[in-house]
């Protein structure tokens, strides 16, 4: 059953953090790591109950190539709400103000 995926605000800021960082390393490089995001957040868009959840009901998808998590959960039928797009060695706590 596909799903309607609906970043935050929050998220769509930890993307551009990212962006900005990978395209200081390397011009073109934060592109990459958006498209691998975004293949991300379509296997969400696909099947989000897919992947079990993590902590309560959040779960995350893991990018390709870069050590990067998209983090969502459900909270209605038919959407997926992205709370985070969060390097792996961050501490997963830092989501706990955004699923207020």
């Known amino acids: 059953m596909s799903s309607?995926?609906?970043p935050t605000s929050a998220a769509h800021a930890d993307l551009i953090q990212a962006y900005d960082w990978?395209?200081?390393?390397s011009p073109g490089l934060g592109k990459e790591f958006v498209r691998a995001?975004?293949?991300a957040m379509a296997v969400i868009e696909r099947n989000?109950?897919?992947l079990a959840?993590?902590?309560q009901d959040l779960?995350?998808?893991l990018t390709k190539r870069f050590p990067y998590a998209v983090y969502y959960h459900c909270p209605e039928p038919g959407v997926a709400r992205v709370i985070g797009v969060?390097?792996?060695?961050?501490?997963?706590?830092r989501l706990n103000p955004r699923l207020d």
């Open 86 to 93: 969060l390097h792996t060695g961050m501490d997963r706590a």
């Open 4 to 6: 309607q995926v609906r």
């Open 59 to 61: 779960r995350r998808v």
């Open 22 to 25: 990978y395209e200081r390393q």
């Open 48 to 50: 989000p109950d897919l």
């Open 37 to 39: 995001v975004d293949a």
């Open 53 to 55: 959840p993590v902590y």
